[in-house]
Every structure is written in structure tokens, then in C-alpha cells.
């Protein structure tokens, strides 16, 4: 999942509709079994197989692991990298509502509507710039970063926000994109299937929210 979000949220960021690709969906598979392995690998099994729920968040810097800085620094700026793709896959899909509430709102505003030609770095093409999405985003982003800075628990909230969109964007919505799709009619084996297999991702993620938001009551409280 981290590894396709990075690689879809540069697309999601542009203004223009995505084309349905044929090579995208034959690279997406290949893409899950090259990374799911390996993030089970160091994740899972390298970590909690080893030290149990002992196992601190931060790999590098939670046995006093502080020699190495540039170690450090390089895997600090690895998860920036890491984030930034899902950041701005999620922030899309608000700003797009957002842009599209304004201009079905204030649909005579230039302060909206209009978008001015710049060009920020001599010798590159012109950048449109839209007044309303410049602030308003600029606004979200300071937003989420003081967020981010009164709860700055990283692998807590981190954990929070995974267990909560997990099941409706992981699980649900393709479920249920899968059985309008394929035509699915209800009370068949594959219907039951996928609803069983849909309760049990909801409970599961569910405990996941519940114990996210336990461990950061008690990092913000202690």
C-alpha cells in the first residue's frame, strides 16, 4: 500500500482526468507481491517475531541507536518520501470537493474561477494558479502540520489514521466496486464470501482504532 500510494498520488496531484491504462493494471499486481513480502518481512516478522509488543516503534532509534546520524537522518528522509505520496493521494480527493463546492457556490467569483498564467522559474512553461486553491490548501496543510504538532506521536496517530480508513478504502469500497462490477447477486457463495470476508476486516479494524486510540491517550495523558 505505501508503495502505491507514492506512485499514485503525483497523478492524483495533477488537474487533468486519469486515462484507464491497461499496462497500470497488469503493473499493480506485480507491485503488491514485489512489496507486500517485503514490508511483511521487516515489519512483521523482523520486528514483533522478534521482541513481541516490546518492539519499539522506531527501529533505528528506539534501542538508544543514536551513533549512525546519517543513518538516521537518511531514514527520517526515506519516510518523508514514503508519506508524501499518500499525503497528497488522500488531500486530493478534499480538494477536489472543496474546489467543486466553491465554484458551484460562487460561480461569477474570479477569486475562484479564474486562473492566472505565472511563470515562477524563468525559462519553464507557466504555471496556472487559481487564488482559492492556493489558499485554501495552504490553509489545510498548516492545518494538519498543527495537527500533526499537538499529537506528535508518529507510529500512534500514524496507527489511528491507518485503522480507520483501512476498512472503507481498503476493504469496503472494493468490495464493493468488485460485486457491481462483476454483477455479484446477493446470497450467492461469492456474495457470502466477500461480506464474511468484509465483517471480519470491519472487527478487525475496529480493535485496530480502539488500541490506537488507547495508545494515544496514554502517550498524550502520561
Not at 489514521?161 to 464493493?176: E, R
Not at 470476508?197 to 478487525?204: G, L, Q
Request: proline content about 6%; overall charge positive.
Amino acid at each position: 500500500m505505501p508503495y502505491q500510494r507514492s506512485t499514485a498520488g503525483p497523478q492524483y496531484g495533477t488537474d487533468r482526468p486519469i486515462h484507464r491504462d491497461v499496462r497500470l493494471h497488469k503493473r499493480t499486481p506485480s507491485r503488491c507481491t514485489r512489496t507486500t513480502p517485503s514490508t511483511s518481512a521487516s515489519g512483521a516478522s523482523g520486528r514483533y517475531a522478534a521482541f513481541g509488543n516490546a518492539a519499539p516503534g522506531n527501529l533505528l532509534t528506539g534501542f538508544g541507536f543514536y551513533e549512525l546520524y546519517w543513518l538516521v537522518d537518511f531514514a527520517n528522509a526515506c519516510i518523508i518520501l514514503h508519506i508524501l505520496g499518500g499525503y497528497q493521494m488522500y488531500s486530493q480527493q478534499i480538494f477536489t470537493v472543496v474546489d467543486r463546492w466553491f465554484a458551484a457556490r460562487f460561480p461569477e467569483s474570479a477569486f475562484v474561477n479564474k486562473t492566472y498564467a505565472v511563470r515562477l522559474v524563468p525559462g519553464l512553461p507557466r504555471y496556472g494558479l487559481n487564488l482559492q486553491r492556493l489558499c485554501f490548501r495552504t490553509a489545510y496543510v498548516a492545518t494538519t502540520t498543527a495537527l500533526a504538532v499537538v499529537f506528535p506521536y508518529f507510529n500512534e496517530v500514524l496507527g489511528l489514521l491507518g485503522a480507520l480508513t483501512f476498512w472503507p478504502l481498503v476493504i469496503y469500497l472494493p468490495v464493493q466496486m468488485y460485486c457491481v462490477q462483476r454483477r455479484v447477486r446477493a446470497w450467492t457463495p461469492t456474495w457470502v464470501a466477500l461480506q464474511a470476508f468484509n465483517v471480519v476486516c470491519f472487527t478487525v479494524g475496529t480493535f485496530a482504532f480502539v488500541g490506537c486510540v488507547e495508545g494515544v491517550v496514554k502517550k498524550r495523558l502520561g
